[in-house]
């Protein structure tokens, strides 16, 4: 299905339910937006996914789409498809591949899954929704993350902490994920970052959202020295990370949202990796390094363990990831 631009005026994307799913969708979006400039874009995302797109100028709507909540079961699908119906849309991509959009009334509702059916099951998640947008007739501009930081935020967050780093390089830490076995061993991030500190001076600074990452990113804070690191867990809302990472030298990350966003705002990158595939999951258009896990189980995307407790990430050695790092300091 090939689009006419003229013939579009107001566009509904049904978004994701994840923070770091929705980021990678993004630059397919931002190709879609470029090539409909004069459309009304409404979105629907998940609560966890909201950061992505709230307070972004490409929206001109956004609305909280909650499949566990408001929209849950065969009421909330009905629900769902007569807001879709009463919005007249005359386009609708599905990025959750559902079979609603062609019961929408919509002028264009393409089956988003069938575009991804035939690629391999490798491909990035990025490149797989910008292959998928192409197949709509929409050319491929930018090849860049999306993730909206203000001018006069940036500014703010430059300045809120100047006084801690002092001209020192910033290395933020994100020792959380919401399932377990993507974490790296705390005991492995407090070894790094005091190497760190030690062979190249910098601060560290460490995130941390739900209490249970604001308690891992407190027990790392409290195993260096104050002066030299930055408590940013609870603390610093997502536009403002954003900005943050972007002044920021190196960006250390289990796989999670964040290391995304990091990947939109360009900020040198390692991700480290165990049950979850850095092919399809990795970090994109930014300077980075992966580390995995010297095992030739992983990744398993977390289905089956062979050896039933998923600890292939702590296997990763403090050595090879200081040695990624370093390669990035310098």
């Not at 801690?164 to 061993?185: S, T």
């Amino acid at each position: 299905m090939k689009i006419d631009p003229q013939k579009i005026k107001k566009v509904l994307v049904i978004g994701l339910s994840c923070l770091g799913d929705m980021v990678m969708a993004s630059a397919a979006l931002w190709n879609l937006k470029l090539f409909l400039p004069n459309a009304k874009f409404t979105v629907w995302v998940g609560p966890r996914a909201l950061g992505a797109v709230s307070g972004d100028p490409m929206w001109d709507e956004v609305m909280i789409y909650d499949r566990g909540g408001e929209f849950a079961g065969f009421k909330g699908r009905i629900k769902a498809l007569k807001l879709m119906r009463s919005g007249k849309y005359d386009l609708i991509i599905d990025l959750r591949s559902t079979i609603m959009p062609p019961f929408s009334g919509a002028r264009y509702s393409p089956l988003w899954g069938l575009r991804e059916v035939f690629l391999p099951k490798t491909l990035h998640e990025a490149e797989r929704t910008l292959q998928a947008m192409t197949s709509l007739g929409v050319p491929i501009k930018i090849r860049q993350l999306r993730f909206y930081i203000p001018q006069e935020l940036r500014k703010l967050v430059k300045a809120k902490h100047s006084d801690k780093v002092r001209g020192r390089k910033l290395v933020i830490f994100n020792p959380g994920a919401n399932w377990p076995p993507k974490r790296w061993p705390i005991r492995n991030f407090i070894e790094l970052a005091n190497l760190l500190i030690l062979e190249h001076g910098v601060v560290i600074g460490v995130i941390g959202y739900s209490e249970e990452e604001q308690n891992l990113g407190r027990q790392v804070l409290d195993n260096l020295p104050y002066d030299d690191t930055l408590d940013l867990t609870g603390k610093v809302p997502l536009r403002e990370l954003g900005a943050l990472l972007e002044t920021s030298s190196l960006f250390v990350t289990n796989d999670t949202g964040t290391l995304h966003i990091g990947s939109a705002v360009g900020v040198p990158m390692v991700g480290l990796y165990g049950p979850s595939s850095p092919e399809r999951y990795g970090p994109w258009g930014t300077k980075h390094r992966v580390v995995a896990p010297p095992m030739s189980c992983a990744p398993c995307v977390g289905k089956s363990c062979l050896y039933d407790d998923f600890a292939c990430i702590s296997k990763i050695r403090v050595d090879d990831v200081f040695e990624a790092c370093e390669e990035l300091l310098n």
